[in-house]
């Protein structure tokens, strides 16, 4: 019997893994499907708010050794006006199968047990209360705590609204022409409210995408074809970079699930946390940074019960209290950001853009707006 089991070792399972052990709960088991190291469709972007994550979680002289920083973000308007903003540390893109990867380890190394491949299939219950989980082969593993950290398409969510998700697709190039340190967002008007984007992975490697909404205003699946706007996205902003490139491997597409008001994220037993619990930002999608806090949350209820004898239900309102508290302003800031978008205030910012009192307020603005905290204009 452990004291908690985690289904799925993202970096919201791991980062919980690895808060509980700070924490001083090790009898901890972490499972996911796959074995470690592993891929994710993701764009890799370690926001900087993720980047102080990190930094409590102990990997982040790792990740800063296996990334590649970023110290300039090129915005590219609908009416294709372009602002750069340049700080020390804008972001880090750090692949995924490396990132998750340094995260687990972490985990194990603090003394976490991880089993792979576990693929989840139910929970086990006693009456009402969650008590274990069960494999898809028939293992079963019990434990006082569960936490469902199984991502975007988790089958176990009890949240009873219906999902709101961005729709993306994705690729990788290698011999790309473009600035080693900067990262693109392009707000092409196809995609609105959403955008494209092209990330730096090193030596030439780059991953260009793009997200759009997966719902219409009435909640209806969106019409928009993925692959035809993508093709005509890269030839529009990339056809001349992209010209003597090398595509690698397929293209990519994963949901990414959002919320603006967290909803259920617990019941007797167990607790869902990171984009389980649908916490990712609406406006840009990032949730690497929001996932791990979920976990670090996820990990100190679970200690209040397991060390320090609180009620469950005590720790468990505090869980979903420390989630609003956290999110739901930048998540609020992300419908205004996606507002903003779709009218030409954004254009008007771009043509001001070199007064230095302009450039710092959008500086600020966007730091908080996209990443929960602000960068330094230059
Ligand atoms: C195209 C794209 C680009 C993105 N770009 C960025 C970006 O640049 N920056 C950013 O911050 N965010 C980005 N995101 C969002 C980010 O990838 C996710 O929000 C983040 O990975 C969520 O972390 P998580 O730990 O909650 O879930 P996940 O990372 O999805 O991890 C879930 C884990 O659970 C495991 N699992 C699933 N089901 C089971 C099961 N039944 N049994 C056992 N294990 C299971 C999976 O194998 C996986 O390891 C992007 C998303 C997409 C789709």
């Known amino acids: 019997m452990y004291d908690v089991a985690i289904i799925g070792a993202g970096p919201g399972g791991a980062a919980a893994a690895v808060g509980l052990a700070q924490l ?38 790792e990740v800063r050794a296996n990334g590649f920083a970023v110290n300039t973000v090129r915005i590219v308007t609908p009416g294709k006006r372009e602002m750069r903003i340049s700080s020390d540390a804008a972001a880090i893109v750090c692949l995924r199968r490396v990132f ?40 079963e593993i019990r434990a006082r705590l569960v936490f469902c950290a199984d991502g975007a398409n988790s089958i176990f969510s009890i949240d009873p609204r219906p999902k709101r998700s961005i729709a993306t697709l994705m690729g990788w190039w290698d011999d790309v022409a473009v600035a080693p340190d900067q990262l693109d967002m392009i707000f092409d ?3 609105s409210p959403l955008y494209g984007w092209m990330f730096p992975e090193g030596k030439g490697r780059v991953n260009i995408g793009i997200c759009v909404d997966g719902q219409g205003p009435d909640g209806e699946k969106t019409t928009i074809n993925l692959r035809q706007t993508f093709e005509r996205f890269l030839g529009e902003h990339y056809g001349q970079a992209l010209a003597k490139a090398t595509p690698v491997g397929k293209w990519k597409g994963h949901p990414i699930v959002y919320t603006t008001w967290v909803g259920n994220v617990s019941r007797p037993g167990a607790l869902y946390l990171g984009e389980a619990a649908r916490i990712t930002h609406n406006a840009t999608g990032e949730g690497i940074s929001q996932a791990m806090e979920s976990g670090l949350f996820a ?34 800031a992300g419908h205004a950001l996606r507002a903003v978008i779709d009218s030409p205030i954004l254009d008007g910012v771009a043509d001001t853009y070199n007064n230095p009192l302009v450039r710092k307020a959008v500086t600020r603005l966007l730091g908080s707006a996209l990443a929960g905290s602000s960068v330094n204009a230059s």
Not at 305 to 317: H, P, T, Y
């Open 100 to 139: 998750d990867h340094l995260l687990v380890e972490r985990a194990q190394k603090l003394g976490v047990t991880l089993v792979t491949p576990f693929r989840a299939d139910s929970l086990l219950m006693e009456g009402e209360r969650v008590v274990g989980v069960r494999g898809f082969d028939g293992r």
């Open 299 to 332: 990990a100190e209820a679970a200690a209040r019960v397991l060390r320090q004898g609180e009620s469950e239900a005590k720790a468990f309102g505090w869980y979903l209290n420390q989630h609003r508290k956290r999110f739901t302003s930048a998540f609020l």
């Open 24 to 61: 001083g709960v090790t009898n901890v088991v972490l499972l996911d499907r796959e074995g470690f190291p592993r891929d994710k469709t993701c764009g890799s972007g370690l926001s900087p708010n993720a980047l102080n994550v990190i930094e409590k979680l102990g990997i982040a002289a």
């Open 189 to 191: 008007r196809s995609l």
